[in-house]
């Protein structure tokens, strides 16, 4: 018996047997990328929120203040060349060397230019928000000049 005792396997061939390959399985969907649960997103945009609405509310003070404590603009009125003009104006209505009836209207006139004039100046600073000066006392800088809508309102 001594001859039956050899391995099994010297008795078979070795046959490497065919691998089968599985038929192509139906292409998966592809996963979405995994995102956060509504519930997150929706603490985060709160957050968001309120932390705007509280910077918001916070700075209103500051952008207040900068707002209110900038310098009112500067507009300018060349009053000596409507003054000029003025007396120009009287010059050729009464005439030089006039009698003291037409000295007395000339300074009557006067009178009510200067008043006039300080009344458009005083609205003209008011409605445009801003400080009016003599334009001869500008030394440096461009301001608005406002001597034209002057003129026009004191001649209304």
Known sequence: ME???????AEVPAVAAPVATPAAAPAAAPQPAPSQPPSQFMTV????????????VALAPVAYSIYKH????????DLQKLVEEDQKRLLDLIGVGGSADKQQLAEKMTADFAKKLSVVV?????????VVVNKAALLAGTATDY??????????
Not at 122 to 130: A, R, S, Y
């Open 3 to 9: 001859q039956n005792a050899q391995p099994v396997a």
């Open 45 to 56: 945009l709160t957050t968001a929120l309120v932390s705007t609405v509280f910077t918001l």
């Open 70 to 77: 900038t310098p009112p603009q500067v507009a300018t009125v």
């Open 122 to 130: 005083d609205e003209l600073g008011k409605e445009c928000h801003c």
């Open 147 to 156: 001597t034209d809508i002057v003129r026009e309102r004191i001649k209304k």
